[in-house]
Structure formats: structure tokens, C-alpha cells
């Protein structure tokens, strides 16, 4: 398999790359918007934070798991 084409379909790689967009959302928000607005964007988007984590988390070990039953990740 491609590995270019397996990390375009990885979960954990999609969640990452959400992450990061999301925290370059916040930069530009605290940068450019009213204090009161970005500092509301900001709390909201660090809430968030902490469930991409513990998503990447799961998925991780959701496919450790599945690999020492089978002995291979999911496509």
C-alpha cells in the first residue's frame, strides 16, 4: 500500500490535521479579532482541546488492539 494514501485515510492523522487547522483558527482569531470575541473563541476552541487528544488516544489503542489480535492494522 502507498504510504502517502495510508496516512490520507488514518484517522489519527485526519484528527491531527483538524487540530491543527483549529489551532491556527485560534491564532489568527486572538491576532485579528476583538479581545472579548477572540478571548470567548479561544476558551471554546481550548474546551476542544482535550476530546482531539483523547480521540487520537482511542484510535491508537483501538489499533494496538487490533493488531495483536491479527497481527496487522486496519486499512
Do not use: C, W
Not at 485515510?9 to 491556527?24: C, G, N, Q, V
Not at 477572540?38 to 484510535?59: G, K
Amino acid at each position: 500500500m502507498n504510504p502517502v494514501k495510508g496516512l490520507l485515510r488514518s484517522r489519527k492523522f485526519l484528527l491531527l490535521i483538524l487540530d491543527t487547522a483549529i489551532s491556527l483558527i485560534t491564532y489568527f482569531v486572538g491576532k485579528y479579532a476583538l479581545p472579548a470575541v477572540a478571548e470567548d473563541i479561544n476558551f471554546l476552541i481550548a474546551a476542544y482541546q482535550p476530546v482531539f487528544v483523547a480521540l487520537i488516544v482511542a484510535i491508537a489503542v483501538e489499533d494496538a488492539a487490533l493488531k495483536r489480535a491479527t497481527g496487522r492494522l486496519p486499512h
